[in-house]
């Protein structure tokens, strides 16, 4: 039966971020999460609906994709499907015709689960390989320990100070009070939670999301920053172990992060707090002849 591509539209948003959700499953493939869709609505619910596409067989909706920016789809295969061979080739399809509308003539980016047929087509296609990302998680089926300094939950009074920690954590930042309201009022921010660290003046000196995926699935961190006139300190450390303290109490499997492999400095940090390597991925790239 043929393969259709689609956009659910503001309405459907929640019937793709549920599939994201039942689709996590802990030992396989990391792929897009509903904490992506989370973290992107901070753009509002309109842009985030734009940026959304589904790949439905009979009705059932098989692949969900999210255009992370003008050049780059993060791809997502319901249990099963990332072999499939006809839903490979109409996706590797649309990805590569830009009349269809999804992505650009020229650059383009492609992520997609470790092993996914549609990556071989690409590849095959004349796409290549682009720069590595660690993902680095942390089984949370045992309890995880304080983490030594003051954690808060975030709510609408301190959205100006997590969203400031934010903007000194991230070059380029442009992350407002604003745009955490609108983050917080999307669908996926049900099963999250913002989290901020202070020191021991109570200065605000890192910030982190969790996403949930429900009970028993991985729960993701999007993002996580340390402001950068409080580095070298353990703040980034004791931030994402209350992270993973967080996902635990809202019955999340495991915790997940993906860093640039570059980013070492990010890594380590990551690891000090008992996450552990698990793999390395290349998103596909299609560079202009």
Known sequence: MAIETGRPGIDGLGDVVRLLGEWQRDGEPVQLHPGDLGWFWRFGARRTAAATLTWSRAGQVVAAGLLDGDDLLRLAFAPGASQDEELARRVAGDVSEPGRGVLPEGRAH??????ALVRDLLLKDGWVADDPWTVLGRDLGAPVPDPGVHVEAVGPEQAHEWAAVVRAS????????ERWHAMAAGVPYAGARCLLARDDRGAAVAAVAVWSAGAGRPGLIEPMGVHRDHRGRGHGRAITVAAARALREAGSSSVLVCCPSSNTGGIATYRSAGLERLTERHDVSRHPS
């Not at 492609?110 to 092993?115: F, L």
């Not at 991230?170 to 009070?177: A, I, K, R, Y």
């Open 170 to 177: 991230f070059d380029g930042s442009t992350f407002t009070e």
């Open 110 to 115: 492609v992520e997609s689960p470790p092993g």
